[in-house]
C-alpha cells in the first residue's frame, strides 16, 4: 500500500513539474538569409502573455510544457509551436519565419464626376457621419456605434426581444470571451495590439476567425470605418465594451 501510495506522488509530482511555469528563451531568424529578425511578435495564446524579439532575434516568454506560441512579422508567414519540454530545458531554440510573396494588385481609382455647381456635386460627395471618441493611452481617437442607446432602450431590447443582436452574436461564445479582460490587462499584449491592423493576434488569442469577430462589431451598430480601420487595440477595446453590455443584458 505504502508503494503504490509513493508512485502516486510521484506520478503527481512529474505531472506538476511538467505544467510549472517557467521562461522559455529563443531566437527567431529569417530562413532566407538566416539573419535574426527583431520586433517579431510572440504569443502564449494558452496563458495570454505575449513578448517581442530584439535586434539580435532573442526572446523569453513566459511558457509551460505543450502550451502554444504565435510567432507573427509583417512580410512574413505567422507560424505556431507547441513548447515542449526540451524547448525549456535547453535554452536557445531557433525559430525560422519565412518571407511572403506578395503580388500587387492593380488599383483602380474612380474621380467624383464634379460639375462645378456646388448644389450639384455635393450629391455625389460622400458623407461621413461617425463620430469620434478617445480611448485613455491612445492618441487617436475611435468611432464606437452610430447611435447610443439609452438605458431605456437597453433595457426594453433585452425584455422584448432575447434573441436580439447582442445575444445572436456572443451566444455561445463565453469560452472565447472570457480571454478578453486578460488581454486588456496585459500591458505586452496591448503594446502589440497597438502596432497591429490585421486583427491576427486577436484571432489566434480568441480562437475566433477573423471576419467572425468583424461580425461582432456589426452586430454591436459600429460603422464600417471603424471596423476597417481602427489598429487591433482600438478594436479590443470596442469588443470588450460590446462583450460587456451583452453580459449586462443576460443578468
Do not use: W
Not at 532573442?58 to 507560424?79: C, P, W
Not at 471618441?133 to 447611435?147: A, F, K, M, Q, V
Not at 472570457?178 to 505586452?188: A, F, P, V
Request: proline share 3%; glycine share 6%; aromatic share 12%.
Amino acid at each position: 500500500m505504502k508503494n503504490i501510495f509513493l508512485i502516486f506522488f510521484f506520478i503527481f509530482f512529474l505531472i506538476g513539474y511538467a505544467q510549472e511555469e517557467t521562461i522559455m528563451r529563443g531566437n527567431v531568424f529569417n530562413t532566407k538569409t538566416n539573419l535574426p529578425l527583431d520586433n517579431v511578435n510572440i504569443l502564449n495564446i494558452n496563458q495570454v502573455r505575449g513578448a517581442v524579439t530584439n535586434i539580435k532575434g532573442d526572446f523569453a516568454i513566459r511558457a509551460s510544457v505543450n502550451d502554444t506560441l504565435h510567432f507573427s512579422y509583417l512580410g512574413f508567414k505567422s507560424i505556431k509551436i507547441k513548447v515542449t519540454q526540451d524547448m525549456i530545458k535547453f535554452p536557445g531554440t531557433r525559430i525560422g519565419l519565412t518571407e511572403l510573396a506578395y503580388a500587387l494588385e492593380e488599383v483602380v481609382i474612380s474621380p467624383y464626376r464634379l460639375t462645378g455647381y456646388l448644389e450639384i456635386d455635393a450629391k455625389y460627395m460622400p458623407i461621413n457621419t461617425n463620430r469620434q471618441y478617445s480611448i485613455s493611452g491612445l492618441d487617436l481617437g475611435y468611432e464606437p456605434r452610430t447611435r447610443e442607446p439609452n438605458v431605456t432602450e437597453k433595457v426594453v431590447g433585452s425584455i422584448f426581444n432575447p434573441a436580439g443582436l447582442l445575444y445572436r452574436a456572443f451566444s455561445g461564445r463565453a469560452k472565447d470571451l472570457r480571454k478578453l479582460k486578460k488581454m486588456k490587462q496585459n500591458d505586452e499584449i496591448r503594446n502589440i495590439l497597438n502596432g497591429k491592423y490585421d486583427r491576427e493576434t486577436l484571432s489566434e488569442i480568441l480562437g475566433i476567425e477573423k471576419d467572425k469577430l468583424e461580425d461582432l462589431l456589426r452586430h454591436c451598430n459600429y460603422s464600417k470605418d471603424f471596423i476597417k480601420n481602427s489598429n487591433d487595440l482600438q478594436f479590443l477595446d470596442a469588443l470588450t465594451q460590446c462583450y460587456e453590455e451583452y453580459k449586462l443584458l443576460n443578468k
